[in-house]
């Protein structure tokens, strides 16, 4: 066993320092994720007993994202990209600060503390997506995005069953409030954050170049990936807050939040190292596929049985679904940036920005798919039968996605000298 963690590790080593510190940032701050994905929405949920507040919340954090994602773009002239990282990071601790120092949980303080929290989203994830671009390549982005979600999949087992029990406890035995529970993995969150702040400053991590980054028009095939990511974005939507009001509707307190998500989790782990050891670029679309086909099947055991058992269900195919569809999409997506930004001469930050607008669709879709449910049906059938639906419409993503691999394959570059027609249209 010591014998194997060696080769592994020394594998690890092999590759760049830029990208091992990445993903050691990235490891560190994967404690913290657990936390403002699945507690935020949770606390809402307990202080307003309203699902509804729960999705505005998460409306007004996709809000934020792509604004911050322009604002992050004009920034990366003159700031550090390290820097920029670590406010990204950093925003997220003062969010949830917002959430606990409201006296009562109302539509304008969880507007403002979403809001917030989605600018923490958006410079994190601009300039991460950015780093793992520049810090990559096709050959090797298998094993990153595979381990970083690995990292992501670990902390889902160990942060959730701990914090969930951590609140719980603490109101089981007259210890201590859930509110000063909440108040504490606040204070968890801020210093996990300056922890990985200060180890992505220990890479020597390059800006994009100082070009023009906002464009209306792209080549053809740029717009399929904005169609993929519109597709991703409608999952997200899911499965960003399905999983709180599913779990604290049957189950009731969030130690069973954290417990179920934890289970969930184990298999997955030991899948993502797997399929990031030994799977290779023409895997991508089989492991992207059987991840969508999970994410249908818990949405439709979660409907028909509609109870503790579909939500245990569900939230195992959930842990197991999303990790799956990360390893897969990222990569896909990298390397069409690569090949349509060698096409059209661009800063490749500007594919990634624009990027984003395809995510930021279908997350107003699937928020919206769900609220509208809601409010002309009832809570309850959103929350029994928009699952299954927006698995079916993230299904018809699977076409999308082999095009996308095939054209990346057959790509040429470009005759030197040849002026590309998009070029025209830059702002």
Not at 149 to 169: D, E, L, N, Q, R
Not at 284 to 304: E, P
Not at 332 to 360: C, M, P, S, T
């Amino acid at each position: 066993m010591l014998k194997l963690f060696k080769n592994e590790y020394a594998h690890f080593k092999s590759f760049p320092r830029n990208m091992r510190i990445l993903l050691m940032t990235n490891l560190i701050y994967a404690l913290v994720l657990p936390i403002i994905e699945l507690f935020v929405g949770a606390y809402i949920l307990r202080e307003s007993d309203n699902i509804s507040y729960v999705v505005v919340y998460q409306l007004m954090a996709y809000f934020g994202i792509p604004v911050s994602f322009l604002v992050n773009g004009y920034l990366l002239r003159r700031i550090k990209i390290a820097r920029l990282y670590s406010m990204g990071m950093l925003l997220s601790g003062v969010a949830m600060s917002i959430m606990m120092t409201l006296k009562s949980v109302d539509i304008v303080g969880i507007s403002i503390s979403g809001l917030v929290m989605g600018f923490s989203y958006g410079f994190f994830w601009a300039n991460r997506d950015f780093l793992s671009l520049s810090t990559t390549n096709d050959s090797n982005r298998n094993y990153y995005f595979s381990m970083e979600t690995f990292f992501y999949t670990i902390t889902f087992i160990i942060m959730p069953a701990i914090a969930g029990y951590f609140i719980v406890s603490g109101e089981q035995f007259g210890w201590y409030s859930a509110k000063a529970a909440y108040i504490t993995l606040t204070l968890v969150v801020f210093g996990l954050t300056i922890f990985s702040s200060i180890m992505v400053h220990q890479g020597d991590f390059v800006n994009p170049k100082n070009e023009r980054f906002v464009f209306f028009k792209f080549h053809k095939d740029w717009y399929w990936m904005l169609v993929l990511g519109a597709f991703k974005g409608i999952a997200q939507a899911a499965i960003f807050f399905f999983p709180i009001l599913l779990i604290l509707s049957f189950v009731g307190k969030e130690g069973s939040l954290g417990g179920l998500v934890a289970a969930g989790s184990l298999v997955t782990a030991l899948v993502l190292y797997l399929i990031g050891r030994f799977s290779k670029p023409e895997h991508r679309i089989y492991i992207f596929s059987f991840g969508l086909l999970v994410f249908l099947l818990g949405g439709m055991i979660n409907s028909i049985f509609f109870s503790a058992i579909g939500v245990m269900v569900y939230q195992l195919c959930n842990s197991l679904s999303r990790p799956l569809l990360d390893a897969a999409y990222f990569p896909i997506q990298l390397g069409v940036i690569d090949h349509i930004a060698e096409i059209e001469k661009r800063n490749k930050f500007a594919y990634i920005f624009n990027h984003e607008a395809g995510l930021f669709a279908g997350r107003f879709v699937g928020c919206m798919l769900f609220l509208l449910t809601a409010k002309y049906a009832s809570p309850e059938f959103a929350l029994r039968y928009v699952l299954v639906i927006i698995a079916l419409i993230q299904a018809l993503s699977i076409p999308v996605a082999i095009k996308l691999v095939k054209k990346v394959r057959n790509y040429k570059k470009p005759a030197p000298g040849r002026v590309q027609k998009t070029l025209l249209s830059e702002v």
